[in-house]
């Protein structure tokens, strides 16, 4: 059996800690039940032990690569294409209208989580046809969604989302690829666009990008982008295919991932290439972050799942590496007894019980916000529009806790080898390079931060932190009733009047306009609201175990719910502690300026 994700947390956090059957109340997901999903994850779970987890390492010591204008990527990506489409998952949330299943995410990213901990290369290629084809069946008129859905949700095309650029990076307001209007309601598409992740190989007969671009005459900034469909064969009008002039220049080699490909696309050099609007004029990057926002949340489902495969083998080779020997009572070592195995230092567990409590707390997170997308999806009234403010005001999070404090998971993870987690000889190295570009895509660690204290924080007068407050509230009173459970809500309740306090001394920055001051530690009150989110998650994960110990109906035997409460303890002594020291941060000194461009070159 491959050891690179626990079957049981997984089942415990979507079933018990998140109670996803109450999902299956809604008319949308009538048709799914707790012995479909079982079925589903095992069959995933099989999939992945078989074909995916054998070659993770082999896609990493030969990488995709460009040659004579194309990408060469490792075969296994093919399976895993044709797998995602025979299941149906391509189109899984999809309404039945456009052939979709309409799965809750929440069953698609506990899949997707499974592929992606086996190995990470994978999941990428059918996720971004996915999101596409999500963006065509959205906005895109009936003619897009008849000719190119059936192909891209059987998994015969492909999809990408194509925004960066080589001269605006992240800045989109900045993007120069410009669409020209022809007679016929296409457009001609001209510029280059960077890191396309899945952008082209030999396993897909066409490639469907999803492309910002600015139609002649349109208005500056953000306000003047559009969508559009640009297929890299287009309909020759005979019922078949022909090439519409996108080339893949190049391909990036990367400290990471080297089994997904990242490619610079080039369009309309030398030939037109066409393309079609999606939607109205000047929406794009609105549309586009529909799909961004779902991007996000598999960003961090990727960290979480990179986190767990790690902890996994660190925990193997923990158990199995034999070196030293136990500290005696005394402080002295017992040098005439046998060399007992690492994981009976203590320093050794502190480090494996720090990825445990990040990677499952994470993993709790992803549940959560897949959950409050359902029910975005499938309710109505008050309870929609909750469950939109509140994943709004998540997403940032679920994109970078597990980006960031998964990368430091990761790091332990390679310290618990020592000299070997520094070698190719074992998989430490490469989780540790594959987790790094994660707090980079879909917008840096940075812009999340802006997101989250610029935009979300304040959103509708501070509704969405109104909701969590309440959800937060709940699961202290819920703790409140277990005397041992008791302190650890008290504490998160210090810690939420903590976060607080910051925000009553940052927020008259922004009301008198000072708006760089007011977010020029943005990042440093992600990582501690972030860190307050995953106590909240584990202060109920600890309350259903314990309640699962007391009334004894749980589903897994007693030591499981123990260490999930151990865990939590963990990560209360450990992590939430943290918090106290990031506040400080935000004691400003009446003369204190944010740093300047002439004080980092002195």
Known sequence: MSNYVNMDTLRFQLMEAHAIEDLFKFDRFKDYDVESFNILLDAIKDFSDKELYPVFREMDRKPAYWEDGKIIAHPVIKKAIEKTAEMGLIGGNFDHEV????????????VQFIVAAANNNIDGYPGLTSGAAHLIAEFGSQELKDYYLPKMMGGEWSGTMCLTEPQAGSSLSDITTSAEPNDDGSYNITGQKIFISGGDHEYSDNFVHLVLARIKGAPAGTKGISLFVVPKHKQDGKGGLVYNNVKTVADF?????????????AFGEGENTTGWLVGQEHKGLKYMF??????????????????????????QYANERVQGRKIENSGKKAVDAEPIPIIRHADVRRMLMLQ????EGALSLIVEASKLYDIREAATGVEKDNANLLLELLTPIVKTFPSESGKRAVDNGVQILGGYGFCEDFVLQQYYRDIRITAIYEGTTGIQSLDLLGRKIPMQGGAALGLLVQEITKEITTASKYPDLTPYG?????????????????????MEGNYERFLADASIFMEMFSVVVIGWQWLKMANVAKHNLVVGKGKYASDFYESKIETMKFYYQYEMSRVTGMVEVFDYEENLTIIKEKELIQ
Do not use: W
Request: aromatic letters at 6%; hydrophobic letters at 40%.
């Open 99 to 110: 052939g979709g299943l309409q799965m809750p995410d929440s069953m698609l990213n506990a």
């Open 253 to 265: 080699q990367k400290l990471g991932q080297r089994g997904y490909c990242t490619t610079h696309l």
């Open 290 to 315: 529909l799909m961004m926002n779902g991007a996000r949340i598999a960003v961090g489902r990727t960290g979480t799942a990179i986190a767990s495969a790690a902890y996994h083998a660190s925990l």
């Open 356 to 359: 445990k409590s990040i990677y």
């Open 490 to 510: 008290a504490k998160l309740s210090k810690k939420m009047e903590q976060v607080s306090g910051v925000l009553a001394k940052i927020q008259p920055f922004a």
